[in-house]
Structure formats: C-alpha cells, structure tokens
C-alpha cells in the first residue's frame, strides 16, 4: 500500500543551489499536483498534471518546474533556491478532479525544506 | 480577501463536549467542498466531502450554506483524538484548482 510516496522528507539547501523533489504514485491516478504549506496561509497549488505529457501553474509556479513523463512520476524541480522557498512540500493525486466526483486528493507525506 | 478563510482556533474542548466551527468562501461559483484533517506534522487526510443537504459520518456533521457562502464542521462526543487540524477545501465545477483554508485547531483535552 504505497500510495503516494514523496522523497526526501528532509533537505537544507543553500541560496542559488537546485534540487528536485520526487514524487510517484501507483494509484494509476491522472492528476497528479505539487502544494506548499507555509504557516497561516493554507495549502496553494504549485503545479498540477491532468495526464502525462500535460502539466499546467497553479497559484504560485514561479522557482520551480515540473515534467510528467510517466503516469506515476511527477517531480518537482527548485531552480535557484532562494529563502521564500523555505516550506513543507506535497505531492497529491486523485483519480479525477473533474465535477462530480469526490475530489479526494490523496496526498504524499510531505517533504521539509529549508533554504539558507 | 483569500478564498477560503477559517478561524485558526484554537479550539479548546474537553473530552465529550461539542465543538463547531465555520468556514467561509468567496467564489459563488464553487460547487464541490470538503472537510480534510491534518495531524501535526503529517499530510492531510479527507475527512468527509459536504452535499447540499448536509451530511453525517458518525459524530461528524457538515453543512452547507449556499446564500452566506460558508460550510460548519460540528464534531459530537470530542474523542482526545479529534486533535487535529481541519482543513477547509472547496473548488469550482470544472476546475482542477483546490482552494486550502489554513486550517481551524482543535485540541481535546482529557
């Protein structure tokens, strides 16, 4: 029972230094999704995949990419790691997000980083 | 003005007792809401999605309220643990974009 499995959990990284945040899943769920969660501000949406090949921004894209080769893979790349990206990192899938359905998002256990 | 705000609580409860809380939303076009949990430290769990016609899930009840744009989560019998952080979440028909509250605390005390 994987589910969606997030590494690392920990990273301190330096100003200007890059790295990728793994996530993969074997729900064989479509909609894969990147959030942060900082204090007092909720969960916001990084970037989102509907399918392989297709990713699309979220609320706050900017310092990061992500690609989606595979069904299962969605990582998510820092560029130039800078303090502001001092945060808690999920990775979330779902069947479908679509209307209708029930929008469970089922999410990885999370990946801390910290950003000096 | 955010999306989705919540009262950050904490919510204080002894074991037994009856806590609710509310949630607001600023979109009219949302169609779908739900009610995720959150332990500290750990990623968020769904906890019920919430109808039109408010639902039950054991001693959990949800409702919602079209015309003043908010949903309640109202939890009876608080078990120690029911301590967590509950997480609004609401979207718009045909969108793939979640909105998160930052969350109500509730902590039972014994």
């Known amino acids: 029972n994987a589910g969606v499995t997030q590494t690392p959990k920990f990273q301190v990284l330096k100003t200007g230094q890059s790295m990728t945040l793994q996530c993969a899943q074997d729900m064989n769920h479509e909609y894969m999704s990147w959030y942060r969660q900082d204090p007092g501000m909720g969960l916001r949406l990084i970037h989102y995949s509907v399918g392989a090949g297709i990713t699309d921004q979220g609320e706050v894209p900017n310092g990061y990419n992500v690609s989606r080769s595979t069904t299962e893979d969605f990582p998510l790349r820092l560029l130039s790691a800078a303090p502001s990206q001092t945060s808690v990192y999920f990775c979330a899938s779902s069947y479908s997000l679509l209307a209708g359905n029930t929008g469970e998002l089922f999410f990885g256990e999370g990946s801390r980083l910290t950003v000096l | 003005r955010k999306e989705v705000e919540q009262d950050p609580g904490p919510f204080n409860v002894p074991e037994g007792a009856t806590v609710a809380f509310n949630c607001t939303y600023s979109?009219?076009?949302?169609?779908?809401f739900f009610w995720y949990r959150q332990d500290c430290r750990k990623e968020p769990k769904l906890l019920m999605s919430v109808y039109s016609s408010g639902n039950e899930d054991g001693r959990f009840t949800a409702q919602l309220n079209r015309a003043s744009q908010y949903i309640s989560l109202l939890i009876r019998d608080s078990k120690l643990s029911d301590s967590a952080t509950y997480l609004c979440v609401v979207s718009v028909r045909n969108d793939y974009k979640l909105s998160f509250g930052a969350g109500t605390t509730v902590t039972v005390r014994a």
């Open positions: 979109n009219s076009a949302s169609q779908s």
